[in-house]
Structure formats: structure tokens, C-alpha cells
């Protein structure tokens, strides 16, 4: 009998060690350095963003270059892809700037959109993460441009509290 509930405690402990190990996760909030090595953005070398990973699936991110020219974040939907790795896909509109300063009243008219994918492999510790990204450049009829296409990588931190 106590054999019978030795091991049947063991079996439960284990069980429950299992379900409750969490698997790894994006969602929250990081901050990330991104580098193109190619396309229009491969000139910028101080590229930053902020990721939002919402549970379920979304994401919103937004770069220090969102008001050059004005845009708004990009808006996507993030998976995980097995172990550490999770895929994202989003879009992000392009505005053009004004012929002429008169215009500038006028704001800032659209002019195509970008859609990124980024491959994302999650650190152990689950506070960082490395990724592959590449984009494609749309005019606003649905052209692709493949000259101004590219591809970088980045290195983000998860955002959290100090500790005090």
C-alpha cells in the first residue's frame, strides 16, 4: 500500500510539475535594435521598436522613426513555431511627404505599404530574443518594388520593472 501511494504520489507530483512549466512566450512588451542589411532602411543604423505581443495571437510595434515620415505603428500577428522560435507577420502604411511646404497643411498623403516577416528565437531565460527580418514595399495600387525590399536582424529585451 504504501509502495502503491509512494509511487502514485510521484506520478501526480511529476504531472503537475509538467502543466505547470510555462511554455515559452513573446507576449508583453519589448524593445528592439534592428539593422537592415539591405533595401531603403540598410542606411539607418539607429533603428529601435517597440513590440506589444498580445496573448492570442496579435502584435502592435512602433519605431523611433514612426514621425520620418509620419506613419503609424505596425499592426500583425505573431505564432509560435515550435521550441524557442516564433514567426511574425506585419504591416506597416508609408506615407509621402508634401511637394510643397503650402501642402504641408494638407498632412501627409499615403504612398504604399511594408509588410514584414520576422523569425524570432526566444533566449532561454526567456527576457531576450534574436531575429531574422525581412520586408517587401508595396506602391498603393498592390505593386511589389523588389528594389526596395530587404533584410536585417535585431536583438530585443523584454521590458520589466527594476527590481528595488
Same mark, same amino acid.
Given at each position: 500500500?504504501?509502495?502503491?501511494?509512494?509511487? @502514485?504520489?510521484?506520478?501526480?507530483?511529476?504531472?503537475?510539475?509538467?502543466?505547470?512549466?510555462?511554455?515559452?512566450?513573446?507576449?508583453?512588451?519589448?524593445?528592439?535594435?534592428?539593422?537592415?542589411?539591405?533595401?531603403?532602411?540598410?542606411?539607418?543604423?539607429?533603428?529601435?521598436?517597440?513590440?506589444?505581443?498580445?496573448?492570442?495571437?496579435?502584435?502592435?510595434?512602433?519605431?523611433? &522613426?514612426?514621425?520620418?515620415?509620419?506613419?503609424?505603428?505596425?499592426?500583425?500577428?505573431? @505564432?509560435?513555431?515550435?521550441?524557442?522560435?516564433?514567426?511574425?507577420?506585419?504591416?506597416? &502604411?508609408?506615407?509621402?511627404?508634401?511637394?510643397?511646404?503650402?501642402?504641408?497643411?494638407?498632412?501627409?498623403?499615403?504612398?504604399?505599404?511594408?509588410?514584414?516577416?520576422?523569425?524570432?528565437?526566444?533566449?532561454?531565460?526567456?527576457?531576450?530574443?534574436?531575429?531574422?527580418?525581412?520586408?517587401?514595399?508595396?506602391?498603393?495600387?498592390?505593386?511589389?518594388?523588389?528594389?526596395?525590399?530587404?533584410?536585417?536582424?535585431?536583438?530585443?529585451?523584454?521590458?520589466?520593472?527594476?527590481?528595488?
Amino acid at each position: 500500500m504504501v509502495k502503491k501511494l509512494t509511487l @502514485r504520489t510521484a506520478l501526480l507530483t511529476g504531472l503537475t510539475a509538467l502543466i505547470g512549466c510555462a511554455s515559452p512566450t513573446l507576449t508583453g512588451t519589448w524593445r528592439s535594435h534592428e539593422k537592415f542589411t539591405s533595401g531603403d532602411y540598410a542606411a539607418v543604423n539607429d533603428l529601435e521598436c517597440l513590440y506589444a505581443f498580445h496573448q492570442g495571437g496579435t502584435m502592435t510595434e512602433s519605431s523611433n &522613426y514612426d514621425s520620418l515620415p509620419p506613419c503609424p505603428p505596425a499592426y500583425g500577428i505573431w @505564432r509560435h513555431t515550435g521550441g524557442r522560435t516564433f514567426e511574425s507577420n506585419s504591416t506597416f &502604411y508609408i506615407s509621402k511627404p508634401p511637394a510643397k511646404t503650402d501642402e504641408l497643411v494638407q498632412g501627409w498623403p499615403p504612398n504604399g505599404r511594408a509588410d514584414v516577416h520576422e523569425v524570432i528565437t526566444l533566449s532561454p531565460d526567456g527576457k531576450s530574443f534574436d531575429s531574422a527580418l525581412t520586408y517587401k514595399v508595396f506602391t498603393l495600387d498592390g505593386k511589389e518594388l523588389p528594389a526596395a525590399a530587404g533584410a536585417g536582424h535585431g536583438h530585443a529585451m523584454r521590458l520589466e520593472f527594476a527590481k528595488p
